[in-house]
């Protein structure tokens, strides 16, 4: 069985990718673990009557969280009514990125699903603040990002992002093939290139790629940075009707220079379809 955890502030947004991820996998026997944490912000408690009314916060704001939970559990079980799915929610006054770490080791947790952005619906930013947080300190488990309101499509074109640089094992492309196997994709091998031909490494690790996608139906395409990262894979995107972008993530690859804090900010890479981010043990 599948275990898929799905965070949420209760926007529209993160209903979105937890309805995505259901249909994902529809066909798949899963196990949701719906995540609400909640910050309480109380001064430092210097006496009983502090202590008190820092109690009474907790708890009204962990009963407010509870009560969303079982709401979002609610719609999401009459939409899913088909399919071999079984849900539980979890409400914790923790950091995210910490609680999503434990809940990841305690559940087992195959796969992370995540809305783009937060709440205070700000379109001209990449991915949203909470989203960054988690791709940048989840280091074991894949995490799956998903546009607001996405309406869902198959991912049947699915774009790989890579510079070569580093020796993919097929375990670590796990996530990637599994979903183009549900699919049936075709992957897309994306390679962003300053010099006209790949060195010794990157030859030696394409090689080892195409041999992981034998199976697969993929092509290559060398695309020249004749333009900022960010604008070559938005053209890329459109111009091939992607309806998915892969990357791994380790020390120094693409996709660490994409959640860089100052590029996040800027306009240039908006996540327009679902973006699939695959940690490497280094």
Known sequence: MKRILV?????????????????????????????????VNTPVLTSRVDTSKGDLLYQRMRNESQDKLTETLHAIVRETEDFNHTFETVSVSKDLPDTINKTI?????????????????????????????????????????????????????????????????????????????????????????????????????????????KDFEYSMHWVSKSNGKAEVINTFIDKMNINMLTMLRYRYSLIESMTHASVVKKVGFRATIPFLVIPTAS
């Open 7 to 39: 965070p949420t502030d209760f926007s529209n947004n993160a209903y979105s990718a937890l309805f995505y991820a259901t249909r994902l996998f529809q066909n798949q026997d899963c196990q949701f673990y719906i995540l609400n944490t909640f910050d």
């Open 105 to 213: 080791k305690n559940k087992n947790i195959d796969l992370v699903v995540m809305g783009t952005k937060g709440a205070s619906g700000i379109k001209e930013i990449f991915i949203g603040s909470n989203t960054v947080k988690v791709i940048q300190k989840i280091r074991n488990c894949s995490v799956l990002s998903v546009p607001n309101e996405f309406d869902f499509e198959k991912p049947v074109e699915i774009a790989f992002a890579t510079d070569f640089r580093r020796f993919y094992s097929k375990e670590e492309l796990g996530p990637l093939l599994e979903i183009a196997s549900l699919f049936g994709s075709k992957i897309r091998i994306m390679h962003i290139h300053e010099d006209e031909k790949l060195d010794e490494v990157q030859e030696h690790n394409f090689k080892k790629i195409k041999e992981h996608f």
